[in-house]
């Protein structure tokens, strides 16, 4: 039993350390970094971490379903009381609760689009650099964004890839006083990964590592 034990524990951390691997990274002549991981996002140890939501913050599927399953239900009622007193969340202002059980501080609730609603390259833009307005609102130091609408809303990956980068980019360019250093965009799928990279290396930002 104690072995058995033993290999469950080796296994989990495996399985951990596999997901959270450090693809890329580039470093800003500001001297932020710009990460690109395959991994879990509810894993990573940073500040905040955005969950890619809806208007309504109803966390039911996608990123955000497995936001609540690993921080708790207390992310869903936060999120139901911003709703409540705010009304429903913009793309360019997203919302933020607590993290319940997870190892960063927050979770900062941004609103991507569906593909097919029009205008969504802008609305993508604007939950990008919203959320980062956000952590520094906050003054947090570290971030994690997901492949935000490239799930369940339908935006193509390698559309969506350039977009955030850009946004990232653009971001610090124009915040040059931002307290934030290290942004970890994390992908959680293989194939997410690969339209990323690609993306990422058409760009020219970095050399992977």
């Not at 580039?26 to 971490?49: E, F, N, Y």
């Not at 959320?131 to 130091?141: G, K």
Request: hydrophobic content about 45%; aromatic content about 6%.
């Amino acid at each position: 039993m104690l072995a058995l034990t033993r290999f469950k524990q080796h296994a989990r951390i495996t399985l951990e350390m596999d997901l959270n691997q450090l693809l890329v990274e580039h470093v800003l002549a500001s001297g932020q970094r710009i990460q690109l991981v395959h991994g879990d996002i509810t894993q990573q140890k940073v500040d905040a971490i955005v969950n890619a939501a809806n208007a309504n913050l109803q966390h039911g599927g996608g990123v955000a379903r497995v936001i609540v399953r690993q921080g708790g239900q207390a992310i869903q009622s936060e999120s139901d009381a911003w709703v409540l007193e705010h009304g429903p969340v913009h793309h360019e202002e997203p919302a933020y609760t607590t993290a319940g059980r997870l190892p960063c501080r927050y979770v900062i609730h941004a609103v991507g689009p569906v593909w097919g609603e029009g205008d969504e390259d802008a609305k993508l833009t604007s939950a990008v650099s919203g959320s980062l307005r956000l952590a520094d609102h906050l003054e947090l130091i570290s971030i994690a964004l997901p492949a935000i609408s490239t799930g369940i809303f339908g935006f193509p990956k390698d559309r969506a890839a350039g977009i955030i980068f850009t946004a990232i980019l653009n971001y610090f360019e124009i915040n040059i006083s931002s307290g934030m250093k290290l942004v970890v965009v994390t992908l959680y799928d293989q194939p997410t990964v690969t339209a990323f990279l690609k993306v990422w290396n058409s760009m020219g930002v970095e050399k992977p590592v």
